[in-house]
């Protein structure tokens, strides 16, 4: 019956115009279509991998920025405690320094007030002396200033020498 | 699924075959009116026609079969159709070329053809005059190709630029933007192409799976295109394409084409000398295989052709059935329109995955099949050989 009988007019025109399609959409669309789909895949894939990689590399970068830090903070540490002792070091130092340069001082200081006195002093006793002579003479001066003052004090004299 | 629709739409198939000749016809307009909501129109014009009974075969055949005029609505010489360019050549007389409405509806024979039951027949009589009383000329029928321009053949040549419309501004959406997201039409259209190329071309063909693209491709939106094209009851849809033998045996036909000419040596010793078969069992495997070969191409051809024509007269006899019991009374036929109506919307659903499914399927056969043509020889023997 009709219905399973292929009809040569309808082949033939399937049969031309199929090819003709196939041959437009192969030359004009699935060649430029699946080329750019496959491009499109290509660099899809491509830009995750970098992005990827850059994600790794931003991870390592990370932990090693990390273990810089973390060294760097160390290295801090030490430097404070280092520049602390030192410090401390340095203050005991100058202050052991300064004990003994104080009584260096101190020791010479008495020694030179000792000196001092001893010249004051000595001074003090020759301007003594000095004076007392010089008060003497005044005194026997004045006792000596009249004849008969004089008279007196050799009668006194005298008499001392009588004694003895 | 695919077997599903065929076991449920086969009697269906059988009841279409069943058609008597009946002068009355009733047409695809009825459908269209019922399927569009306006039952009382048809109830009025069944009443006037109730004389001539209605013959749910006949329509249905003629609906699924070519013509050589699209019809639109109304019956017999008062119809009203879109006529078509009929093209004959005849050894004899040559080449003819004019339009079917040359015939008034069969009434009337032209440059000496006529048409007798939707068939272009020769007659003895040239010219223009009453068909009846011309008389067949069986011989030049004989020698007469009938290459016009019919329903189904323009109803291809539509959905070929169709076709061509949606993929080559699509090739151009691609150019135009270049690596970068699909846009509109291009991203329905990608993930189908990516589809047929991921899901059928690359497991089934393997690495040469590329020569093969465009093939499996234009198969894939051809099919799927037409299929979805005769589930649209209106003018330039309607046509059953995809259901018809002509062009399900040509697809078949370039199927089968590729396969042998693609076919390596491993393929034909497959066919000729199954390998590690003893000589006794290839006295029976070899004819098989060779039936095989042929048989492949031809169950292409059937599956898809019965699929598409067996949801075309499941829809059209759901309708018929409005018009049976509208015989019997106008409200009958108005009660059973309802159920009618919603069985045809189920079975539009249906058939709109029926429509994928079988284009899916020609297409995956077809890779298989050029899988198996270029498949290289398994050194499984050698190395079974070698290893004792």
Redesign the interface.
Same mark, same amino acid.
């Given at each position: 019956?009709? =219905?399973?009988?292929?009809?040569?007019? #309808?082949?033939?025109?399937?049969?031309v115009?199929?090819l003709?399609?196939?041959f437009? =959409? !192969?030359k004009?669309?699935? !060649?430029?279509? #699946?080329q750019?789909?496959s491009?499109?895949e290509h660099?899809i894939a491509e830009a995750l991998n970098t992005a990827k990689k850059a994600r790794e590399e931003m991870a390592s970068l990370k932990a090693d920025n990390e273990r810089l830090l973390q060294e760097a903070r160390l290295e801090r540490d030490r430097m404070l405690k280092e520049a602390r002792d030192t410090k401390d070091a340095i203050i005991a130092e100058a202050k052991e320094k300064a004990q003994a340069e104080g009584n260096k001082i101190m020791a010479q200081t008495r020694e030179a007030i000792q000196t001092e006195k001893n010249a004051a002093v000595t001074e003090l006793k020759n301007l003594v002396a000095t004076m007392s002579v010089q008060i003497a003479e005044k005194i026997l001066r004045a006792e000596l200033s009249n004849d008969q003052k004089q008279k007196d004090l050799v009668q006194s004299m005298l008499k001392d020498i009588k004694m003895n | 699924m695919t077997t599903f629709a065929l076991t449920f739409e086969n009697p269906h198939f059988v009841a @279409? /075959?069943q058609s008597t000749h009946n002068k009355s016809l009733k047409g695809f307009f009825r459908l269209l009116i019922t399927g569009v909501f306006l039952l009382t129109a048809f109830s009025s014009s069944a009443s006037e026609e109730s004389s001539e009974k209605f013959d749910a075969g006949k329509m249905i055949?003629e609906h699924?079969?070519?013509a050589h005029d699209w019809h639109l609505w109304g019956e017999g010489h008062s119809s009203v159709s879109v006529p078509l360019p009929v093209?004959i050549y005849n050894s004899e007389r040559g080449l003819s070329v004019f339009m079917s409405s040359r015939f008034h509806h069969e009434e009337m024979s032209y440059d000496g053809y006529k048409l007798e039951e939707?068939?272009v027949v020769a007659v003895h009589e040239m010219g223009e005059m009453e068909a009846s009383l011309t008389t067949v000329n069986e011989e030049a029928t004989a020698h007469s190709?009938? &290459?016009?321009? /019919?329903k189904?053949?323009a109803s291809?040549?539509f959905s070929?630029a169709l076709?061509?419309w949606i993929?080559?501004s699509?090739?151009s959406a691609?150019?135009r933007n +270049?690596?970068q997201a699909p846009k509109g039409l291009q991203s329905f259209v +990608?993930p189908l192409?990516?589809f047929v190329?991921d899901e059928i071309a690359k497991p089934s063909i393997g690495p040469k799976y @590329?020569k093969y693209?465009?093939?499996l &491709?234009?198969v894939f939106f051809?099919i799927w295109i037409n299929n979805l094209l005769g589930l649209i009851p209106i003018i330039p849809g309607g046509a059953n394409v995809t259901g018809?033998?002509?062009?399900t @045996? /040509?697809?078949a036909l370039?199927t089968f084409i590729i396969t042998t000419v693609s076919a390596n040596k491993n393929y034909w010793q497959h066919i000729f000398a199954m390998p590690g078969v003893p000589a006794g069992v290839l006295v029976l495997l070899t004819p098989i295989e060779i039936l095989g070969v042929f048989l492949r191409p031809f169950v292409l051809m059937i599956r898809l052709?019965a699929n598409i024509?067996a949801g075309h007269i499941i829809a059209l006899s759901f309708f018929s059935l409005i018009f049976i019991f509208g015989e019997m009374s106008t409200g009958l036929g108005l009660g059973v329109s309802v159920f009618s109506v919603a069985f045809v919307i189920f079975m539009s659903l249906l058939e709109l995955l029926v429509a994928f499914l079988q284009a899916f399927v020609f297409t995956l056969l077809s890779a298989i099949y050029f899988g198996s043509a270029i498949e290289e020889h398994h050194h499984e023997g050698h190395e079974s050989s070698h290893s004792h």
């Open positions: 019956m009709e =219905l399973i009988q292929p009809s040569i007019g #309808l082949v033939f025109w399937m049969t115009s199929f003709i399609l196939l437009i =959409l !192969k004009f669309a699935w !060649k430029p279509i #699946l750019m789909l491009d499109r660099s | @279409m /075959t055949v699924i079969t070519d093209i939707g068939k190709y009938d &290459l016009s321009i /019919t189904n053949v291809l040549l070929i076709l061509l993929f080559l699509v090739a691609y150019r +270049e690596g +990608e192409i990516v190329r @590329m693209m465009p093939y &491709l234009t051809f018809n033998i002509a062009v @045996m /040509t697809l370039i052709f024509t």
